[in-house]
């Protein structure tokens, strides 16, 4: 199978699978930890330089069960591709990924998210298990005592969340010395500035306009930055225009994000007219009035969250004519709290 060679989304992997013909595997373990090293403060930064430093390829199957034994390929949402000879099907579900152990443990946990506690794709799971051998593998002489949690959330608080662990937790009363660093996710980041113009505007909305207020403003830029960091259009296009087994997993996972989202996008995503564009839109903002898109998932979500609980406390203190300084600090919020294009990875090392 071929390998990419950096770590990118799940979906971006079988769409850019089709384009990369090989990549050189390279494979570095670092030794972190002597029997005669004592624990200290900055062993938790030795595992993260070790992690952020080492390469590694995973191979996962979307065709092995969750923990609940679910399988995506079983889902209503999962077609094989037509005219596969029986044998070759198993080789199929087989995709192939490459880059530091830092972007693979930020790959799973992008992989692994629930909105609402509700998983989206349930091949997360096995992608989680291969990245968590890749990364144990780096972390040659700990003898398992090491916990890693990759944790990605588009906002503080937020029900859509993903997360992907390595090891096991540290016993209870153990000496823990731990390290956390911020790894690139697939969104793009958004601009504070622009956002708080567009929660001013928001709020300053009159009925009939298309948002209610400032939530509902930001809440469109955040989600049409998840749905391009899942299905990033030009790729995503290709991969639906083509016949190959990679475009079975990107419709899966279309109708999957659909599904809990709750619009109905099979009409853009398969036949010869089939556009992604078309279905991120629908995606983003529905296509009928019953259908509310993940704008309006991700504006409610906000609205109720730790983050959205500091982001109006801070709009409303700003008053009418808020000086620079004031002005500056509202975006400075904005950025700290809306963190879509990272994953925060922490690394626990113990004796």
């Known amino acids: 199978m071929v390998a990419d060679d950096r770590a990118i989304s799940t979906v971006m992997d079988v769409s850019l699978a089709l384009l990369i013909i090989s990549a050189t595997v390279l494979l570095i373990g670092t030794y972190v930890h002597t029997g005669t090293e004592s624990i200290d403060g900055e062993r938790g930064d030795h595992a993260v330089q070790t992690l952020s430093g080492s390469t590694a390829t995973i191979t996962y199957d979307v065709s092995e069960p969750n923990e609940a034994g679910e399988r995506a390929t079983d889902s209503d949402h999962y077609e094989t591709p037509d005219d596969l000879d029986p044998d070759e099907i198993g080789e199929l579900y087989e995709i192939t990924t490459y880059g530091s152990a830092m972007d693979l443990l930020a790959e799973a946990a992008q992989t692994n998210v629930a909105i609402d506690d509700t998983e989206v794709f349930a091949y997360g799971y096995t992608v989680e298990q291969s990245v968590e051998g890749a990364v144990q593998d780096?972390?040659?002489?700990?003898?398992?005592?090491?916990?890693?949690?990759?944790?990605?959330?588009?906002?503080?608080?937020?029900?859509?969340?993903?997360?992907?662990?390595?090891?096991t937790e540290p016993p209870r009363g153990a000496d823990v010395s731990s390290s956390s660093i911020d790894v690139s996710a697939n969104p793009d980041s958004l601009d504070a500035e622009h956002l708080a113009t567009r929660f001013e505007v928001g709020e300053e909305a009159s009925p009939g306009d298309t948002v209610d207020d400032g939530f509902d403003a930001i809440g469109q830029e955040i989600a049409e930055a998840i749905i391009e960091g899942y299905f990033p259009e030009r790729q995503t296009q290709y991969t639906l225009e083509s016949s190959l087994s990679e475009t079975a997993v990107t419709l899966y996972n279309y109708r999957r994000l659909a599904d809990v989202v709750g619009v109905d996008i099979d009409d853009y995503v398969t036949g010869t007219d089939a556009n992604a564009a078309d279905a991120n839109r629908v995606l983003l903002e529905g296509e009928t009035a019953d259908q509310a898109g993940l704008e309006d998932v991700v504006a409610d979500d906000l609205r109720e969250?730790?983050?959205?609980?500091?982001?109006?406390?801070?709009?409303?203190?700003?008053?009418?004519?808020?000086?620079?300084?004031?002005?500056?600090?509202?975006?400075?919020?904005?950025?700290?709290?809306?963190?879509?294009?990272?994953?925060?990875?922490t690394v626990q090392t113990w004796d």
């Open 138 to 167: 780096r972390l040659i002489g700990t003898d398992g005592r090491t916990y890693t949690v990759a944790t990605w959330e588009p906002y503080d608080g937020a029900s859509i969340r993903g997360t992907a662990t390595a090891g």
């Open 305 to 345: 969250s730790p983050a959205g609980d500091a982001i109006r406390e801070a709009y409303d203190d700003l008053g009418d004519s808020p000086s620079d300084d004031e002005t500056d600090a509202f975006e400075v919020l904005l950025d700290e709290t809306i963190t879509t294009d990272t994953v925060d990875v």
